[in-house]
């Protein structure tokens, strides 16, 4: 397979994420390794085709945000925002993910594999998250559809104000926000479940998990709710 | 007079603080126990534009022949670092509002006016719908903090986009769209579960400060390849430094809309009793570009209230480089009007406004999705009541009036390029007003604040 480099230290940002957008001609599924990402922001943004892109080293914010088709992998840690509004393909970090993880994804499959903090899957919209570690406050926000599975624990307020999505949480659950509950796993949550763990690489139990979902107690408006809206 | 029964009083004394509008209120919120929620915007008197008159030319300042010298109103928008600046007729736009909030024709209407008359529209919370891309020319794509239907394959479809911190209607609150509204088609585009009364979230989900927003601005620079301008939507509060934020965040366009702005829906209180009024803030928001060497670099568009020509100039002429246009638009379109079109006849509409507990005039009741002229309404019969053909006519005519108003009134005072006006051209009839839009009092020399 064809492998391409850029070593941002030489290569302005601009000009990688530009050149990337336009590569639509040559073999779309060759390997694109950045070298030196040394934190920076915006790396892999708006890719739209399947390309392998390698970051070998720490991303800052929203790197592979709004995601189609291509299969990134961070090889360090991500910033705020990594695969925002993700639409398909898949995002890997090696690392940990900090604020927001795959915030408002419609599609794709995002892998942390140490832990994300708050908000990870805010606004979820149809994407897949699995997490090898734990989540911080606020997980799942508002989050309309899409699975997130929590290897490790999940922090405060998880699935505040929840729609469709569903969460999947393996160890200690702080607190649910509002209108979250935890049900009884079904046998299409242990598919699903085992599913995301193959996918990801991870081996846990389907078994552990408990399944965090809408009570929907908050789908229509509601005069004895009080503060919960 | 006889003593034998009491004396007739001359006069009912109504209470200043409990008059009937404020009973009505407390009646409503005993019965309920939920706050009330409507759409539209603020209904109560404001210093407002009306308080500006402007000096047309005379012997010191020499007018334009009215009818026959050329009057510019080309609006250029978004030179500071997109590629692609936006290059608008006039410098009166259309604002955001959804599909959801209208129906698929009237999103369709607003795109064919407003690419008639050379000038954009905008899309709303809950995405882009072909109707509205197909027609419009120039199309501004909102990235909210919802983010409901927004995708970057419509962002790269989008001549520009605009960040929506918050709006003049509702600064610091969430958007919301009642089950009615929430069709198969608007469930789907958002990502929802049809007819539930849908909460958008107030903070956007990946950032949380200008600081954010300033590599949040670069992310959206970079999907598109630096070509669209971005334009940042901020409600009328603390103008001076949200537009000093804005600009340090990198927007190309910064929108500041005042507490006139509409809503498809929200809380009343929210509506009457948050941000300041445009007039306020137009002062604000051009002091602090001019501050910070911004004027002319950063382009200012001002929305909430806007409604005549003579409110287009007056936001000109205090330094805005565009106005955006909501409610005036719905207006436009037949909104409060006691009767519809559909068929080639009129038909009265007093019934179906009745049934909504409202008649026409007094309608604000957009988030019911009943309109009864077919506007704000997802129902497959009320919205056949607008088509297309028959909005866009109506709307293409008031933006013509309003840019017809707009150059005469430059044209009076002396002015080539409606660009060209200025604050030396208007005084304020009121002491609020002059203190607001720091003009002089008409007849003095005297701005509140400012001295002698």
Same mark, same amino acid.
């Given at each position: 397979m064809d492998s391409l480099s850029f070593d941002l230290r030489t290569t302005p940002l601009r000009e990688m994420n530009a050149f990337l957008h336009r590569h639509t001609d040559a073999d779309p599924t060759r390997e694109i390794a950045v070298l030196n990402p040394d934190g920076a922001h915006n790396i892999a943004v708006g890719l739209d085709v399947p390309l392998h892109v390698d970051i070998r080293g720490h991303a800052g914010y929203y790197a592979a945000g709004m995601n189609k088709l291509?299969?990134?992998?961070?090889?360090?840690?991500?910033?705020?925002?990594?695969? /925002?509004? @993700?639409?398909?393909?898949?995002?890997?970090?090696?690392?940990?993910?900090?604020?927001? #993880? +795959?915030?408002?994804?419609?599609?794709?499959?995002?892998?942390?594999?140490?832990?994300?903090?708050l908000r990870c899957g805010i606004s979820l919209k149809g994407g897949d998250i699995v997490v090898g570690g734990s989540v911080g406050s606020f997980s799942g926000f508002m989050a309309q559809a899409g699975r997130m599975v929590v290897c490790g624990d999940a922090g405060e307020a998880l699935g505040d104000s929840l729609y469709e999505a569903v969460i999947?949480?393996?160890?200690?659950?702080?607190?649910?926000?509002?209108?979250?509950?935890? /049900?009884? @796993?079904?046998?299409?949550?242990?598919?699903?479940?085992?599913?995301?763990?193959?996918? #990801? +690489?991870?081996?846990?139990?389907?078994?552990?998990?408990?399944?965090v979902a809408s009570a929907r107690q908050l789908y229509h408006w509601n005069a004895d709710a009080n503060q919960e809206y | 007079m006889n003593p034998t029964q009491p004396p007739t009083r001359l006069s009912?004394?109504?209470?200043?603080?409990?008059?009937?509008?404020?009973?009505?209120?407390?009646?409503?919120?005993?019965?309920?126990?939920?706050?009330?929620?409507?759409?539209?915007?603020?209904?109560?008197?404001?210093?407002?534009?009306?308080?500006?008159?402007?000096?047309?030319?005379?012997?010191?300042?020499?007018?334009?022949?009215?009818?026959?010298?050329?009057?510019?109103?080309?609006?250029?928008?978004?030179?500071?670092?997109?590629?692609?600046?936006?290059?608008?007729?006039?410098?009166?736009?259309?604002?955001?509002?959804?599909?959801?909030?209208?129906?698929?024709?009237?999103?369709?209407?607003?795109?064919?006016?407003?690419?008639?008359?050379?000038?954009?529209?905008?899309?709303?919370?809950?995405?882009?719908?072909?109707?509205?891309?197909?027609?419009?020319?120039?199309?501004?794509?909102?990235?909210?903090?919802?983010?409901?239907?927004?995708?970057?394959?419509d962002a790269r479809k989008?001549?520009?986009?605009?960040?929506?911190?918050?709006?003049?209607?509702?600064?610091?609150?969430?958007?919301?769209?009642?089950?009615?509204?929430?069709?198969?088609?608007?469930?789907?585009?958002?990502?929802?579960?049809?007819?539930?009364?849908?909460?958008?979230?107030?903070?956007?989900?990946?950032?949380?400060?200008?600081?954010?927003?300033?590599?949040?601005?670069?992310?959206?620079?970079?999907?598109?390849?630096?070509?669209?301008?971005?334009?940042?939507?901020?409600?009328?509060?603390?103008?001076?430094?949200?537009?000093?934020?804005?600009?340090?965040?990198?927007?190309?366009?910064?929108?500041?809309?005042?507490?006139?702005?509409?809503?498809?829906?929200?809380?009343?209180?929210?509506?009457?009793?948050?941000?300041?009024?445009?007039?306020?803030?137009?002062?604000?928001?051009?002091?602090?570009?001019?501050q910070l060497d911004m004027k002319g670099k950063v382009q200012l568009i001002v929305s909430g209230g806007i409604r005549t020509g003579a409110d287009v100039a007056k936001a000109l002429a205090l330094g805005a480089d565009a106005v955006s246009i909501g409610q005036g638009v719905l207006f436009a379109l037949g909104c409060n009007h006691e009767m519809y079109f559909q068929n080639g006849a009129h038909h009265a509409a007093a019934e179906d406004y009745a049934r909504i507990g409202t008649a026409p005039g007094y309608c604000h009741h957009c988030h019911t999705g009943f309109c009864p002229v077919g506007i704000t309404t997802q129902d497959p019969v009320l919205e056949q009541r607008l088509s297309p053909e028959v909005g866009a006519k109506h709307l293409r005519n008031y933006l013509k009036t309003l840019n017809m108003e707009l150059t005469t009134l430059a044209r009076a005072c002396g002015k080539q390029n409606v660009h060209h006006l200025e604050p030396e051209d208007l005084v304020a009839l009121t002491v609020e007003a002059a203190a607001m839009a720091r003009v002089p009092l008409a007849g003095t020399n005297w701005i509140p604040g400012h001295g002698l």
């Open positions: 291509a299969h990134v992998t961070i090889h360090g840690n991500a910033g705020t925002g990594v695969a /925002e509004n @993700m639409m398909s393909g898949v995002v890997r970090v090696k690392g940990f993910a900090s604020n927001s #993880a +795959g915030a408002s994804a419609h599609g794709g499959l995002l892998i942390v594999d140490g832990d994300a903090s999947y949480v393996r160890g200690k659950i702080r607190s649910l926000g509002a209108d979250a509950q935890i /049900e009884p @796993m079904q046998e299409t949550d242990f598919q699903a479940v085992s599913e995301l763990l193959a996918q #990801a +690489g991870l081996n846990f139990d389907p078994e552990e998990f408990k399944r | 009912h004394e109504e209470s200043w603080g409990y008059d009937r509008k404020i009973m009505d209120y407390i009646h409503n919120a005993a019965a309920h126990g939920l706050y009330e929620i409507r759409g539209l915007g603020a209904k109560r008197p404001l210093p407002h534009f009306d308080d500006l008159v402007f000096l047309g030319a005379s012997l010191s300042r020499y007018p334009l022949e009215g009818y026959r010298e050329k009057c510019v109103t080309t609006t250029v928008l978004g030179t500071r670092f997109a590629k692609k600046p936006i290059e608008l007729a006039i410098p009166i736009t259309i604002a955001g509002m959804s599909f959801g909030s209208l129906s698929a024709n009237v999103k369709e209407a607003l795109g064919r006016a407003a690419s008639e008359m050379g000038t954009s529209t905008t899309t709303g919370d809950g995405g882009m719908t072909p109707e509205e891309r197909q027609s419009s020319k120039t199309l501004v794509y909102q990235c909210l903090p919802s983010r409901y239907g927004f995708n970057p394959d989008a001549d520009a986009i605009e960040v929506v911190i918050g709006q003049g209607a509702k600064p610091g609150g969430g958007g919301m769209l009642l089950g009615q509204k929430i069709s198969p088609r608007v469930a789907q585009m958002r990502t929802l579960p049809e007819g539930i009364d849908q909460r958008s979230a107030c903070r956007h989900p990946d950032w949380t400060g200008p600081d954010d927003l300033a590599i949040k601005i670069q992310e959206l620079r970079e999907l598109t390849d630096w070509e669209k301008p971005i334009y940042v939507k901020v409600g009328a509060t603390r103008v001076s430094h949200d537009v000093k934020l804005a600009v340090h965040s990198g927007a190309d366009v910064i929108v500041v809309d005042g507490m006139q702005g509409g809503t498809a829906a929200t809380q009343t209180v929210f509506i009457e009793h948050v941000g300041i009024p445009t007039l306020a803030a137009v002062r604000q928001a051009v002091d602090a570009l001019e």
